[in-house]
């Protein structure tokens, strides 16, 4: 679950003419169609057939589409791409473009007329966007830092030079050294904690679940699923260097790919428990990620339900039941930010989306030391002497394929009305009621928005016009799965949400599939340096009049665990 | 700290001339002035003189408030109050109330025509609002339920009886028998657990706390402190027998006053700690409340923070830290609803202030078994056969007299502007810089907002005003601390935070008060009968440059303590 442009393994020998093996871009799953895949659910020992196989892959410069048979091992259809943008940069792409500069001797010198130690200079890969231009070329801008201390790539920003690199060819095209200006210090940003020096802050006490009833749930296989669609983080700085940073995390750089192996007793509590994830390599080949995902109950401390009936004398009583929910994470990396995705399955039946943003920040070097001495609008904050953080947003987009009480459903706004209106968003399955009449739905209770800030014109927005809105509503439809379209690289925005639903087709007791983006502002404090503590941002899907009741209402309370007496 | 209008205990013996004891509604503590405080503050061991209560008191049908010296028991100052509204209602004022119909020859004769049993009907309080009259008595509504079956009070509302009580008097002074419908059979709505019958739901699994480490916090007296200014609950329905139900919690009942006493394992998770709380009753005496905050360290698997360092080759490692925060917590039940008021204060210095909505709906009676019967407005959901839960909001308005590093700050809004423009709010010290120079900080976070639907013109709207906005922002003032006002019972919304703004002062570089209000449109559901699964609303205040650096870098992780070896 939660994977994003990636899922099982493909493992097909596919060759060009040349006998030259081709790039694996993508390999994912090619969804049955929906029927199938409702009656296998209905009836498991249906196998869903065809069973296939999504490719991207490149081949003499173009971008083709594959459509393998698992059973067979036949190509079913091989497409080349001709639109804008291209697919997403692999692991190794990115790998191999950022050891070019090492032996270029343009670079070299710069690296020595900054006083600098080449072998502590690491580069690293950043998207060039479109900004209108007619023609392009799969290319990534090459950026530099310098590792002469803390293990904080970010920090430490070598300025004023950046190179183009054609990842087809694999080669540098274009190089520039505009300008110097000192590489910060970035004292006291190590974070390592084999590295810290006293003094330290305390140490958090440690505490582990004793669950003597064992775990209340069961996993089998890999059957949860669900992703992210896209991710877009545009930054608001329109100098050169800054303008063509906006990242789109899914489509440029596959979000899920960048999950990353979670830490027992720190990235979950004790009781958790693991799934390994696979990804498809540059060739094709399997690699596993081990402890992609945990699973936890959650044992916060909430309450699921509380009254005390106080209004009838002699008879007061307080009725209360404590809440354990069941909690799915996982952690996406891509580059400075380290996105913690939660799935939260109440027993009530709500189901919580959380997203907690932490990592470090994209650090831009300059010649100020104190806020004092900045004249004009620098597009950031002064975290440290040298060093901005600049201004820019994060958009999460969630594709939820809801399917309230099976399939064809209405997306209800409830408008309240006094004398104001303010809306509510319901998902009914207007063919379903419950005992009393009411549509069976599920109620979309937003969290905190943030809006674009740029103009509905601006290249970037073009991009990521699928944020214009924080919701929007289309029917199921097999090719429309990521926001921001399947070859974002360079992409022209005209294969994104907003371009789809243009089309204006009816959603009214249809597949529906519910878009929710969640949005953040970010301009940058000075705690969210050298790491940021994490920042939590969500919504809800909650059950309304889906039960004809509360459907916790005769859940059981745990039986009472007393302290029990251990030893360690 | 959370009490509403209570506080500490006053024992000072207070009669009138014929010897007639007075009744004591509130009894609080006259906070000294701000420097005296701060004084002390700094050094501990100068007492802060004068050390003083403030109660409001009833005496011959006036509303006397009073101020008593507590070293040396002498009154202050006496003043009778001749404004509008009245202070709030005690416990034993309505207990007194809820009885009279009991012996109330036409109740009688109403319960006998409705084929009920006298004995199993409850009565309870309702106060009257304000719509405008001129002149007003300190009078209550009382409407009635049958309690002939489960225990769940407000499930079935014998429709069409209402009285009116003169408090003062305690006598019925109106009464109204207008129609009859059917007292909704609520069946299976019981939710008390010795009485629920099987089919049951599954059972919790239990999970206790190991802290072999010892708790991590220690408490010392009872100094945390802060509470929910006011609490605005409209209904929307404005039929004669509802138009005026209208709840402010704290003004017209005390919120705090209904704090109730925590049960263990269920309210809290096992590594909890409590503390009790003493009220003031009706004539001064103390009262306790065992159990009414807990206090714990919440150990829920959240993540601090986390980077995966991917960037540098053959140097790739993860940094994390789990988070353990501190949350206290008390739940208030004020009549059908409970809230559960939390504080959590992380390490990294967020506040997080949420609150859980639970408990049971208010409900209306009708003739209505299924929603295909009904031809107009309702104003409600149909939960069950003639049941009704009318629509209504909830506002909950905290007072937060923010210091941020210092007395004197501002309040800044940061425009975010690229084309669009969007706002962040953030109280700063103008006086306090960091190392960089950025103002040090707290930034508001918000939750979910709901805004009023009813005009300003609406009487309801205009003694709830204080909803106009969700925050505001005042110079402090010690007599400004009740957002609805300090005679809340049928008041004309002449003392509100609304009114208090219109002076205009200034609040730039000065002690301030941030009123934040969570907003919650409540559209009931199935699910939400009989008792509510907790709805979670809330907001967050984060340091934003307040430190320097990431004040939890250096924090340590707490030691992992093993699955022990446990003997229950």
């Known amino acids: 679950m939660l994977l994003g442009n990636a899922g099982l393994v493909l493992c097909v020998e596919y060759y060009n003419e040349d006998g030259v093996s081709i790039m694996w871009v993508t390999t994912g799953l090619d969804d049955p169609d929906k029927p199938t895949i409702l009656l296998w659910l209905s009836n498991p020992k249906s196998k869903p057939r065809p069973r296939r196989a999504f490719v991207i892959a490149r081949l003499d410069k173009q971008s083709h589409k594959i459509i393998v048979d698992l059973a067979t091992h036949a190509i079913l259809s091989d497409k080349v791409y001709n639109g804008h943008g291209y697919p997403l940069l692999t692991y190794e792409e990115q790998l191999g473009t950022m050891e070019l500069p090492q032996t270029y001797k343009p670079f070299i010198e710069s690296i020595e007329r900054r006083g600098l130690n080449l072998s502590e200079v690491v580069c690293s890969t950043f998207t ?55 590489v910060p210090k970035a004292e006291e940003t190590e974070y390592k904690e084999s590295k810290l020096e006293s003094p330290f802050g305390p140490r958090l006490n440690g505490a582990t679940l004793v669950n003597l009833d064992g775990l209340g749930f069961k996993i089998h296989g890999h059957t949860v699923r669900g992703f992210i669609s896209e991710m877009f983080v545009p930054y608001m700085d329109p100098s050169e260097e800054w303008y063509y940073k906006s ?32 990804f498809s390599t540059n060739d094709g080949t399997p690699a596993k990620l081990s402890n992609a995902f945990f699973i936890f109950e959650n044992h916060a401390g909430n309450i699921m339900w509380h009254h005390t009936e106080s209004s009838i004398p002699r008879k007061v009583f307080t009725e209360v039941r404590p809440e354990v929910s069941l ?113 069976v739905g599920y109620r979309l209770i937003p969290g905190s928005v943030a809006h674009p800030l740029m103009s509905y014109n601006d290249y970037l927005q073009i991009r990521g016009a699928f944020t214009n809105n924080h919701v929007w509503v289309t029917p199921y439809n097999k090719s429309e799965k990521w926001a921001g379209g399947l070859y974002v690289d360079q992409s022209h925005g005209d294969d994104t949400l907003a371009i789809w639903t243009l089309r204006n087709r009816k959603i009214e007791n249809k597949d529906m599939v519910l878009w929710y983006t969640i949005g953040f502002h970010h301009v940058p404090s000075q705690e969210d340096f050298p790491v940021m503590p994490t920042f939590g941002v969500g919504f809800e899907l909650r059950p309304t009049s889906f039960f004809d009741s509360n459907p916790v209402l005769k859940t059981r309370p745990p039986y009472i665990v007393h302290w029990p007496n251990c030893t360690n």
């Open 128 to 182: 060039i966007g479109w900004f209108g231009e007619l023609k392009s070329k799969r290319v990534l801008k090459v950026l530099c830092f310098y590792v002469d201390g803390p293990m904080n790539l970010y920090v430490r920003p070598v300025e004023g030079i950046t190179l183009v690199v054609d990842i087809d060819e694999m080669k540098i095209v274009e190089y520039y050294d505009m300008f110097i200006v000192p």
């Open 247 to 278: 990242y789109f995390d899914s489509g440029e750089y596959g979000f899920g790919l960048f999950a990353v192996s979670l830490k027992h007793f720190a990235d979950c509590p004790a009781n958790a428990v693991f799934l390994d994830a696979y």
């Open 327 to 439: 909690v799915v994470r996982m952690v996406a990396t891509v580059g400075n930010y380290d996105y913690i995705i939660d799935w939260e399955f109440k027993p009530s039946g709500s189901i919580k989306l959380g997203v907690g943003i932490s990592g470090v920040l994209e650090m831009k070097g300059v010649t100020y030391t104190h806020i004092d001495q900045i004249k004009k609008n620098v597009h950031g904050t002064l975290l440290l002497e040298n060093t901005i953080s600049v201004y820019h947003d994060h958009f999460l987009t969630y594709y939820l394929d809801l399917d309230v009480d099976g399939k064809a459903n209405s997306f209800v706004k409830n408008n309240l009305e006094a004398i104001k209106k303010q809306a509510e968003l319901v998902a009914v399955n207007p063919n379903k009621k419950t005992n009393v009449g009411n549509n």
